[in-house]
């Protein structure tokens, strides 16, 4: 089923990587970029500017992908612990509060705005993806903006559980790859995979790139 499809968060390094696993499921794909993970627009893969840090924006940019293309129908945020390891090292007062904007509030804002919409949408899904090496040495703000982060998708998911939108939680230790990338997309055209975002016990729980969905017997999924 063709979806229109958001990446949000996703670095340059791997953007286009993602773009492309996305069409060729048969999606539609526009980019949310900033000033770091900036990458060329054209008409067909569309790169819409959002500033992480404003609720208007978050809001102005789905109104623009919306108009451009159609419903949303897919969304999946991207939370890149390597790239956040890179800006934000230091533990200072600057720092915390370009941290908090880049790595939890843009998140928080947009998925505000998302999950009407998603939830409105035939097959709706929303994807928190993170990114974070075996064996990372990740910084105090990372570390804190990470364990947020995650929560926040497992209480998402545990709330959807069961309701017109599937959520799926991938962890990744492996850097972006066209393998993964395809593994992801078409992970979400699985039926199994629908059931299980429906079962309140499996809803919360992290996939690993090239899982399979659950196998649920009938007394578990519910």
């Known amino acids: 089923m063709t979806q229109t499809v958001l990446l949000a968060g996703c670095p340059a390094s791997s953007n286009n990587i ?29 790169g819409i500017s959002w500033n992480r840090a404003s609720p208007i924006s978050s809001r102005a940019l789905l109104l623009q992908a919306e108009n451009a293309f159609d419903k949303i129908g897919q969304a999946v945020l991207f939370f890149d612990t390597t790239v956040y390891n890179s800006y934000f090292s230091n533990y200072t007062l ?25 939830s409105q949408a035939e097959e709706g899904q929303l994807v928190f993806y993170v990114y974070e090496p075996a064996q990372a040495e990740n910084s105090v703000l990372v570390t804190a903006a990470q364990a947020a982060f995650c929560a926040f998708a497992e209480k998402i998911a545990g709330q959807y559980a069961g309701k017109n939108l599937g959520v799926t939680l991938v962890k990744s230790e492996t850097e972006a790859s066209a393998e993964n990338a395809s593994w992801l997309f078409n992970y979400l055209l699985l039926p199994q995979a629908r059931k299980v975002q429906s079962s309140p016990k499996h809803a919360a729980h992290w996939l690993k790139p090239g899982a399979k969905p659950a196998v649920l017997l009938p007394f578990l999924a519910r």
Do not use: C, H
């Not at 509060?97 to 998302?114: C, K, V």
């Open 18 to 46: 993602f773009l492309d696993a996305a069409q060729a499921a048969g999606n539609k794909v526009f980019s949310a970029i900033t000033t770091d993970t900036a990458n060329p627009a054209s008409q067909e893969n569309m």
């Open 94 to 118: 600057e720092s915390v509060s370009r941290g908090i904007d880049e790595m939890l509030l843009g998140y928080l804002y947009l998925t505000n705005e998302l999950l009407p919409r998603l």
